[in-house]
Structures are given as C-alpha cells and as structure tokens.
C-alpha cells in the first residue's frame, strides 16, 4: 500500500477563526488528491477533487469559499476552514490516488488518518 | 448518479463466526474497494477489486461487475474485526461514492 498523513489529527479552535489541515502522500507522487468529511455514525461525503496545479472540483453544495483547496504538489494539498463556525465540526479526511509507485500506477484510494476539527 | 447500498447496515457475529457483507451498485465501475473504518477513523484498504476475486487472509472479496454487486467474506471472524466497513465505487475518472457501510461488531 501507499502511505498518506494528515495534520492536525485533532484540532480545537474558536469560532470565525480559519483552520488548515495539510494532506501528504510520502512514498508517492499524487495526482489526484481528495477531501471528505464525515459526521458521526455517517458514511463519508466527498466535498472536492483536487489535481496538481489544477483548480479543486467541488461537490455540490459545497461552499469553496468557505472550504479553500489547494494543491501545489504532487505530495501535498491543503483545506483551509475559513471563517470556521460550529457546524463544521467534524471528521475530515483525505485521500490521494494516481501516479506511479514504484513505476505501478496507483489505481486505489488510500487515506490519511483524518483531522477531527471541533469548533467552540 | 450512481447509488450504492450496503447490507446489513449492522452485523452482531459470535467470535469464529463467517459473515457475508453485500455492496450493491446502480451504475457500472471502473473501480471498486473495500475499506475497514477502525475505532480512531483510519480507512484501511482491504481490497481493490473492479471485478475477479481476491483473498488476504481470512478475508476474500467477490465483485461481479456485470450484476453490480461484490461481496466480502469474513471467515473466522475475531474482535479485532469490529468496525466499519465501506464499500466505495468510482465510475469515470477518480471521483469515489462510498456506501452506508456496515458496522460489525464481534463478540468475544
């Protein structure tokens, strides 16, 4: 498998202030990165799809400017939480797919262990 | 777009019991995985099987892409299964739909 890290794992902060929360594929080189978010006893929703020094494909219903992406390499994208409100409390997670690992492309998803924001 | 339906959404087992888990989808895949959700929120990847049969272990994994279905089996199953697990689809290009999943909890 790949290996994909994320920081923050938690993260306390009060409201209206921002919150970025950085995604990094360390054994290989991502092209396609992305974000979800995951209330409790929930499945996982996709809020965007992020390329290498593209800009990021948001779901709909998705607010991309309170939900800032950004993908300057291809190890690492960043989400910004701006202006972050109680009801973005919760589990955020990344993912990263594509490219080579060890000259094999890499067809799967693998995730980051997650960021859990709450919002005071 | 694409649907996908997880069944049972819950499942007791006794420990050393087998279970099936279904994952139902509406649409055609290019890609299909199986993830186990731990107690911390790690996804952790069993299996990426469009389609064809795989084993890890004491677990396997079915996906017949022509009647959009897979199953995984779960065969002598121990405590340390408990948790969650989702079935996740794409159809064209990376963008992933994931199931309700199944929470599975194996009493000792």
């Known amino acids: 498998g790949a290996v994909v890290s994320q920081h923050p794992s938690w993260v306390i902060c009060k409201s209206g202030t921002s919150v970025k929360i950085e995604c990094r594929s360390l054994?290989?080189?991502?092209?396609?990165m992305f974000w979800y978010r995951q209330f409790p006893k929930q499945s996982l929703m996709l809020m965007a799809t992020s390329n290498e020094g593209s800009k990021a494909t948001y779901e709909q219903g998705v607010e991309k400017d309170k939900f800032l992406i950004n993908h300057a390499s291809l190890t690492l994208s960043t989400l910004t939480v701006t202006s972050a409100h109680p009801e973005d409390s919760s589990f955020y997670i990344c993912?990263?797919?594509?490219?080579?690992?060890?000259?094999?492309?890499?067809?799967?998803?693998?995730f980051g262990p997650g960021t859990r924001l709450t919002v005071l | 777009g694409i649907q996908v339906e997880q069944s049972p959404p819950d499942l007791i087992l006794q420990e050393g019991a087998n279970s099936t888990l279904r994952c139902n989808f509406s649409?055609?895949?290019?890609?299909l995985q199986w993830f186990h959700q731990n107690p911390w929120g790690q996804l952790i990847n069993l299996f990426y099987?469009?389609?064809g049969t795989k084993q890890n272990g004491r677990l396997s994994a079915t996906t017949v892409a022509t009647e959009r279905y897979s199953l995984l089996y779960i065969s002598s199953s121990q405590t340390t299964d408990s948790g969650v697990y989702f079935c996740a689809v794409a159809t064209g290009g990376f963008k992933t739909i994931f199931g309700a999943g199944t929470r599975l909890f194996v009493k000792a």
């Open positions: 993912s990263a797919s594509g490219g080579l690992k060890n000259g094999a492309a890499v067809d799967e998803q693998f």
């Open positions: 099987i469009p389609s």
């Open positions: 054994d290989f080189q991502a092209t396609t």
């Open positions: 649409d055609s895949v290019n890609n």
